[in-house]
């Protein structure tokens, strides 16, 4: 008999792409896994999956399971999140996955703001940069995603099927030593950064900085990368090398001896709230929408030192 749990392990199946990762992901063992595999394979009468070196790829009958998977895995979280809301109306526990800078510079206003509204609502907070933010949604690991893009136009599969409501603009400044040549200009161009050692950030920031630098004319030469923002500005500081960073993650602090400066020409992340169309519905999930949108209405303070 088909049961949750083996929806949920073939979702992650999938994304992890070998048991081994699904087993991590679920807290069991990969032979746990293997077995679960084999006994649905038995069940339906076919493969479902087949080796490929050290990943596994879904066969035509377990890739139409998988579709169906995905679908009953959201269909569950809406029905729970539903249900609890009809119990409570505006009561209840809003689950949040959110990108670090995110978290450490609007969830707390936006909690603020929903207990003082609506005392009876509660959220929960797991941090986690898009795209695998995203995912956690789709396997039903929370109700509201707060990510962000950047411009180039490149597909997000992964936002397909979900509701998006764009919030703010982030500005992206270059982030130097406060000693730099460069430090007391009004501007940088980018282009003048093109013989520096660069500090990469995330995975999908480094792909908009090379494409960026790209269109200035030059390959960055990125000789650290970490998506810690404060590891970032202590490798600037250190003079290991240059940085674009989004001004949102110098709101919640920045070091004395690093400095900000806006870039030419201008760049800037797109920030959302994300969650799926049917939950839109929820009231608690509403309140929680709402207070993400009246929050980023405002200008975000950043440290003064940068």
Same mark, same amino acid.
């Given at each position: ?36 595999? &084999? ?49 409570? &109306? ?99 161009? /980018?282009?003048? /950064? ?55 993650? /110098? ?56």
């Amino acid at each position: 008999m088909l049961e949750l749990r083996h929806l949920r392990m073939l979702y992650e199946v999938a994304r992890a792409g070998s048991f081994s990762g699904a087993a991590r992901e679920l807290g069991y063992t990969q032979p746990a896994i293997s077995q679960q595999m &084999r006994a649905l394979e038995r069940a339906f009468g076919t493969p479902l999956v087949v080796r490929e070196g050290r990943r596994v790829v879904f066969t035509e009958a377990g890739a139409e399971l998988l579709r169906h998977a995905e679908d009953l895995l959201h269909r569950v979280t809406v029905a729970q999140t539903t249900v609890a809301a009809v119990a409570g &109306r505006h009561t209840g526990r809003v689950r949040l996955t959110v990108f670090p800078s995110g978290s450490a510079t609007l969830v707390p206003p936006v909690a603020a703001l929903v207990r003082s509204r609506h005392p009876a609502v509660s959220l929960s907070l797991a941090e986690g940069e898009p795209p695998d933010s995203l995912h956690t949604m789709r396997s039903g690991g929370c109700d509201v995603v707060l990510g962000f893009s950047y411009p180039e136009g490149r597909d997000e599969p992964e936002a397909s099927g979900l509701l998006r409501m764009p919030l703010m603009s982030d500005p992206l400044v270059a982030l130097l030593p406060a000693g730099h040549h460069l430090a007391q200009r009004r501007v940088v161009h /980018l282009a003048e /950064l093109a013989g520096e050692a660069w500090i990469g950030g995330c995975p999908r920031c480094r792909g908009h900085l090379v494409d960026a630098c790209a269109t200035a004319g030059f390959t960055p030469d990125i000789t650290f990368a970490t998506d810690d923002t404060l590891a970032v500005q202590g490798l600037v500081a250190a003079g290991l090398g240059v940085s674009v960073t989004p001004r949102l993650m /110098l709101a919640a602090a920045c070091r004395p001896d690093v400095v900000a400066r806006p870039l030419e020409p201008a760049m800037h992340r797109s920030i959302s709230a994300f969650t799926w169309p049917d939950l839109v519905r929820v009231p608690t999930v509403r309140i929680v929408l709402d207070a993400f949108r009246d929050v980023t209405s405002a200008p975000i303070p950043t440290a003064q030192v940068c």
